[in-house]
């Protein structure tokens, strides 16, 4: 009886640290940088939503929400914080080069 509960318990905490290292596995791959291309939808504020209809907050020190206008083809670098999307570097596409800013 004594080894069945070994086995027993054994197998439980084999299959909690299995569980457990998958979520890490996954949370640490979800929050990697990612790159999106795509036509800004809508600007407010420093959240800009994109056709794709992933919403991207743009802090200040990547760009300012005047220089982002709808329409524009942007692509944007991001990470994922706190189930937030952040940006860490933005870049337009297709916009004529007196007005095209890259930080």
Known sequence: MKRVLVVIA???AANWAG???TAFAQSASVQGQRVVESRVVSVR????LL???TTVTIPTNVAFPTE???GDTVKLSYEVRGGQNIAT?????DRPTSRARTR
């Open 10 to 12: 054994v197998l439980i």
């Open 51 to 53: 056709h794709d209809g």
């Open 89 to 93: 570097s933005l870049q337009f596409i």
């Open 19 to 21: 569980a457990n290292l």
């Open 45 to 48: 504020g420093n959240q800009v």
């Open 68 to 70: 982002i206008e709808e």
